[in-house]
Structures are given as C-alpha cells and as structure tokens.
C-alpha cells in the first residue's frame, strides 16, 4: 500500500509555471513506477509523466514534452512535476499515482496504476 498526497496546484497566466509535489509513504517507495495523471471536466483521465523510482527512462505525454519534467526526492519520498510554459489546455486536475509495474509496462496507462492521491487543482488562464 502506498499514500499519495499531491500539493502545488493553484492559478497562473499562460506562460507561467508551477511545481507540484507528491508525498509518498506506506509501502516501499522506492520500487514502484510513480506517475502524473490529469483530468479536465469532460474529458478522460491522460497520462503526463511516469518516472520509475529506482531511476531509469522517464515517460512523457506528447502535449507536455519540452515543458514538464518528472523528478524525485528519494529523502524526502517526494515526487515532483515542474511544469514551464504553461497553457490554458493544461487546465486540470492533477493526480499522482504509484504503479506495482515496471514504467515501461505501465506506461501512462491510469488502469495500470493502483494507487491515487486525491488530487491538485490547476487552473493556467490565457
């Protein structure tokens, strides 16, 4: 079992960037593949960034490529997304979720992903 709690969401102008962070604690954290998910009003869940905690490839959305950037704390069992360059499309809410696959099987899947925070808010206005 692993907890998840995301902070960092708030509201920014187009252009404009935010951290969020994802506390992890519970199971050991070092062996999951940990991953950024959003959902906008109306739309399916989609898959950000993935990043497998004991280091390796890290996975991107096509739409956030060049501007996000998955990254990890393993002192403080922290998991971050910087986002740069933000666009009012990036408007969502933000989750954080740990999967018990590998990243390269999980991939930005949500169905493979068991565990889930409770969510961030992001709101980038044009």
């Known amino acids: 079992q692993v907890q998840l709690v995301e902070s960092g969401g708030g509201s920014v102008q187009a252009g404009g960037s935010l951290r969020l962070s994802c506390a992890a604690s519970?199971?050991?954290?070092?062996?999951?593949?940990m991953g950024w998910f959003r959902q906008a009003p109306g739309k399916e869940r989609e898959g950000v960034a993935a990043?497998?905690?004991?280091?390796?490839?890290?996975y991107y959305a096509d739409s956030v490529k060049g501007r996000f950037t998955i990254s990890q704390d393993n002192a403080k069992n922290t998991l971050y997304l910087q986002m740069n360059s933000l666009k009012p499309e990036d408007s969502a809410m933000y989750y954080c979720?740990?999967?018990?696959?590998?990243?390269?099987?999980?991939?930005?899947?949500?169905?493979?992903?068991?565990?889930w925070g409770q969510g961030t808010q992001v709101t980038v206005s044009s």
């Open positions: 979720a740990a999967s018990n696959y590998y990243c390269y099987a999980a991939s930005l899947t949500s169905g493979n992903f068991a565990f």
């Open positions: 990043f497998q905690t004991g280091g390796g490839t890290k």
């Open positions: 519970g199971s050991t954290y070092r062996n999951y593949c």
